[in-house]
């Protein structure tokens, strides 16, 4: 009995032994086995790839005519249909359902290339996954004939996986037998444990003789321990069959979710990406292949960080260090949008979730990459949209107010608050009750609520005049058009406002003007007519009642042609019928004189103006008439006046030609006079000024000395007296000669200033002259300086002693004018009338000074004769301003700066004035603008700006055009111009470039980008 109790001991340790044992070598022999296949599998499958990739390319060469779908399978090999599927279809579109086995060569099915299953399929599509022992490949690759449809082919690949070496078999045999071995021994085991209560039993049953002499209850109660124990041994092998059955069902679970997983990493359309702790990268899903220009072998066992871009790539390793240490995350554990970094160098978004796990106690993370490239542009196209759409909101001239279904006010554009005179957060989240009058005020809630429970409209999807309410308590009237819209869900009302107040106001002008016509009408002395297109009488005023003797009743409704006489009356109808088919015209749009008939039949003339309008659709002509029967007696007389007068000035004009060459005579004979005493004056000044010179070199005694100064200054001014009485004299007879040429106009002031200048400095008077630009115009040297001195020389004569003279140029468009200012005695108005004419000095206070007082007239006509304009402004008391304007041919700045000048060419008033104001912004820069093309270019011409800012869109020329007409001009095309359009296609910058603009701005206008501009172009 003590060696049956035994007995399980030692079969208990051997038991643990063994499967210790076993279960460790099973370890090391499984991770050494999986290694070895793992690396030639992924070998097979690269090659897979390089076969498909092959299949590929072959195929884009390839005219199809059909689709042909090829299967093979190693035999004896079944593939469940999910797998089956998954190799024959495209995306969700199941291509062909069959279980056959086929040869690769032969055809399996042909499908219509047009059939709707095919449609959008234009890409390839690879698929790869491994069954047991076989890796499979599958490609979809379409092509396009020119002449056909698009047409597809499918193409499948398979490999053999690698068998195991025969010493892995046969380890895997001990290790069964091994097993098996332990199974039994555990069996045994088992067994005897428990069979040893059946054989205590058996051993203490009794004999039957025993038997024989057993009572009924020791009978039962062995009968019940047999029972017992048979029922035990059917539980112990029930359970057992369970748990087989079980661990069978797991093993087929495990690896049919083990294929799917697989089957899902290959397929998804996001990238799948594995790291160890250091950062390398283990996995390297097809879908993070296609995203980032990589093959897996490529990236697999590299820093994950060869796919980041700078700064990233630098902090990566330092992050995940700091990560492993601390715990403190940054991405991990949750998403964000990040830049990614492809294969060629291109950078590009992505969004990037970062999970951790852990695989045999070793800390992994998982990375999930979606390209959102495309999402980040439609987001940056639906932010300029939504820009857009505000900025539409906020400068519409409507106010737009938007309300949920309880009437709140959700939204109200700045049109709305000038409107109604509220700011916006003083009616967000009000009743919009408070922007209506009484009656409306009170029964706007209950409208609502009948239109949203029942459906009732008033106003919404209509427009209608209603009254407002201002904050101030105002009334006015306003259009108003309601809408609905749904917004997340949300039941919205939209609200287009529009005061009319003014219209309303221009409706009672209307009115008024109405009532002020009628009067008129009525009032009138011509007949005012109107009819229809049958000639039927619409209208008829008290004048055309006195003139025809009709009262508006009696015509009313009749055809016109009763107020005729004879032919016209017989003529009318066809004359209206032909106009009405033909368009021709006699009378109508014009006037002319007929005849009436009255209501007593007598025949008068008349004044008929007839003209044609449109009231509504309905075409109308409406005639003025006048009696003009007293007009044509005055005309008889007239005539017979305008006869006589014409003899009268027949006469006259006899006359006024003989005194004309009366005139002519006398003219000439004095300018012949002035030649002639001219001419006889010259000579004795000649003998006197020519003594006067001998004389002073002489020894003289001082008051000898000053008496001839005295004749020599006598005998200068009388000598310049006749050269401007001969000067009057070419003038006034058309002999005035000129030699115009580029003259110096800063150089010409310099010099008459310097001729003058002592006489200004013996009375002590300053003479200031801005000379920073040189200008250069076209005049007579001669004349000019002879216009310059006679000018300055009048500003000393007349200024007080201590007095200032100041000189200005300002360049105009075509011409610069010269500005002599002085500070003197002035002229008064009545004498400034006659300024110019000769022997003109300005009045008895002048009388002092030496003059006969034609050198104004002299300047003024040479001035005019050089192409310019002189003018005197004074104001007696204060000083006089003498202009004369010339036509400048060039000018040069003398001395430079360091401020630039920008001509914007806009056409638009609100474009130049933002402009202005950006402009503005910096410092040493000065604004200029034009309006259009062509004064855009003359403005480029004579102000040649530092840049041009030109709007390509203008009115009168292209912008292309006003480019080309700068760049061929000699001043302007080395200027810098930058071009300025809402046109943002690239077609239109790369234009802009080909033709050899600077710089190309899109509006709206960035005030960084045009920074940037000024920055880069200017100095």
Not at 36 to 62: C, G, M, P
Not at 117 to 124: A, D, M, V
Not at 564 to 586: C, F
Not at 604 to 629: C, H, N, P, Y
Request: hydrophobic share 40%; charged share 25%; aromatic share 8%.
């Amino acid at each position: 009995m003590k060696i049956s109790e035994s007995v399980p001991y030692p079969y208990m340790v051997t038991l643990l032994v063994t499967m210790c044992m076993a279960t460790l070598y099973f370890f090391a022999q499984q991770r050494f086995t999986e290694n070895s296949i793992n690396t030639l599998s992924a070998n097979q499958l690269q090659q897979l790839e390089n076969t498909l990739q092959r299949f590929e390319a072959s195929s884009k060469h390839q005219n199809s005519k059909t689709l042909f779908l090829a299967w093979s399978a190693p035999s004896g090999i079944k593939h469940t249909h999910t797998t089956y599927e998954y190799l024959i279809s495209t995306k969700s579109t199941k291509v062909l359902a069959t279980t056959n086995n086929v040869d690769m060569s032969k055809r399996l099915a042909e499908i219509s290339p047009s059939a709707s299953r095919f449609e959008g399929l234009k890409e390839s599509e690879l698929a790869i996954f491994s069954d047991k022992t076989v890796l499979h490949g599958a490609i979809k690759v379409c092509s396009t004939d020119a002449s056909a449809q698009s047409l597809c082919y499918l193409y499948y690949v398979k490999y053999n996986l690698p068998q195991r070496l025969t010493a892995l078999q046969f380890d895997f045999l001990l290790l069964f037998i091994g097993c098996g071995i332990l199974l039994i021994v555990l069996i045994t085991s088992y067994i005897k444990l428990k069979v040893r209560p059946l054989n205590k039993a058996l051993f203490n049953f009794p004999s039957s003789q025993k038997f024989d002499n057993k009572t009924g209850d020791e009978f039962s109660k062995i009968v019940q321990n047999l029972s017992s124990i048979e029922a035990q041994s059917k539980a112990d092998k029930l359970q057992l069959e369970t748990e087989l059955s079980q661990k069978e069902i797991l093993s087929s679970q495990l690896h049919s979710q083990y294929s799917r997983i697989s089957a899902i990493i290959n397929t998804v359309v996001d990238g799948i990406i594995t790291i160890d702790k250091n950062g390398i990268v283990e996995t390297f899903n097809p879908a993070a292949q296609t995203i980032f220009g990589y093959q897996s072998s490529e990236v697999i066992g590299k820093n994950v960080k060869m796919l980041m871009p700078s700064p990233y790539q630098e902090e990566h390793d330092h992050y995940v260090a700091n990560y492993l240490k601390t715990n403190k995350a940054k991405i991990i554990g949750s998403g964000r949008e990040v830049l990614g970094q492809r294969a060629n160098g291109e950078l590009f978004p992505m969004e990037l979730s970062v999970s951790e796990m852990s695989v045999d106690g070793q800390r992994m993370f998982t990375g999930i990459v979606k390209d959102i490239s495309d999402i980040a542009q439609q987001k940056s196209l639906l932010s300029d949209q939504v820009a857009r759409i505000k900025a539409i909101i906020e400068t519409v001239i409507d106010g737009i107010i938007t309300i949920n279904d309880k009437g709140l006010v959700d939204s109200l554009n700045p049109a709305a608050e000038r409107i109604f005179g509220y700011k916006e957060h003083e009616v967000i989240g009000n009743n919009i009750k408070m922007l209506m009058p009484a009656p409306y005020q009170q029964e706007h809630d209950q409208y609502l609520v009948n239109y949203i429970t029942g459906g009732e409209k008033k106003v919404i999807g209509s427009g209608r005049d209603v009254l407002g309410k201002r904050k101030d308590g105002s009334i006015f009237s306003m259009s108003l058009a309601v809408s609905e819209m749904d917004v997340n869900g949300e039941r919205m009302f939209t609200g287009i406002v529009r005061d009319i107040s003014g219209i309303a106001q221009q409706k009672a002008l209307l009115d008024d003007q109405v009532s002020r016509i009628k009067a008129i009408i009525e009032t009138v002395i011509d007949g005012i007519i109107t009819i229809d297109d049958k000639g039927l009488v619409d209208s008829f005023n008290p004048a055309a009642e006195k003139i025809f003797g009709y009262q508006e009743h009696e015509v009313i409704g009749k055809n016109i042609k009763m107020l005729m006489p004879a032919p016209y009356q017989q003529e009318h109808d066809q004359y209206l019928a032909n106009y009405m088919t033909s368009g021709i015209k006699k009378i109508i749009g014009s006037g002319r004189e007929v005849l009436g008939r009255k209501k007593d039949g007598s025949v008068f003339s008349m004044s008929l103006a007839v003209s044609e309008m449109f009231v509504g659709d309905k075409k109308m002509f409406t005639g003025i008439v006048r009696d003009i029967t007293e007009q044509k007696k005055y005309e008889a007389a007239l005539n017979q006046y305008r006869q006589d007068l014409e003899e009268q000035v027949i006469q006259r004009t006899s006359d006024l030609e003989a005194a004309t060459k009366q005139a002519q005579s006398a003219s000439h004979a004095k300018s012949k006079f002035l030649s002639r005493m001219s001419h006889e004056l010259r000579t004795p000044l000649n003998a006197i000024i020519g003594f006067t010179q001998l004389l002073e070199e002489e020894n003289l005694t001082l008051s000898q000395t000053d008496s001839l100064k005295e004749i020599s200054t006598a005998g200068k001014d009388l000598a310049l007296m006749v050269n401007e009485i001969l000067q009057i004299a070419s003038i006034q007879t058309g002999n005035l000669s000129l030699s115009l040429e580029e003259v110096s106009l800063n150089e010409s002031l310099q010099e008459s200033i310097e001729q003058l200048l002592s006489a200004a400095n013996n009375k002590n008077i300053s003479v200031s002259f801005d000379n920073d630009i040189q200008f250069y115009v076209k005049a007579d040297y001669a004349k000019l300086k002879q216009v310059i001195t006679s000018l300055i020389d009048n500003a000393i004569r007349y200024s007080n002693d201590h007095s200032s003279i100041s000189i200005k140029l300002v360049r105009n468009s075509n011409d610069v004018s010269t500005h002599i200012i002085d500070t003197g005695i002035g002229i008064s108005a009545r004498r400034l009338k006659h300024i110019f004419e000769p022997f003109e000095r300005g009045g008895d206070q002048y009388t002092g000074e030496e003059g006969v007082g034609i050198g104004l007239t002299i300047a003024k006509e040479f001035t005019e004769a050089m192409g310019g304009f002189m003018r005197i402004q004074s104001t007696e008391g204060e000083g006089t301003t003498a202009t004369f304007d010339l036509p400048l041919i060039r000018e040069e700045t003398l001395c430079e700066t360091n401020v630039n000048s920008v001509l914007y060419i806009e056409d638009n008033a609100t474009n130049r004035k933002l402009m202005k104001r950006l402009v503005n912004r910096f410092d040493n820069i000065v604004y200029h603008e034009a309006v259009n093309g062509y004064s855009g270019i003359e403005a480029a011409k004579s102000l040649k700006p530092s840049l041009i800012l030109l709007d390509i869109n203008l009115p009168d020329i292209s912008g292309y055009e006003v480019f080309q007409a700068l760049k061929n001009h000699e001043d302007t095309k080395n200027i810098a111009i930058v071009g300025i359009s809402a046109n943002a296609m690239s077609t239109d910058q790369d234009k802009a470039k080909d033709l050899g603009f600077t710089s190309y701005i899109t509006k709206p206008i960035e005030l960084d980008e045009l920074k940037a501009t000024f920055e880069t172009l200017l100095h």
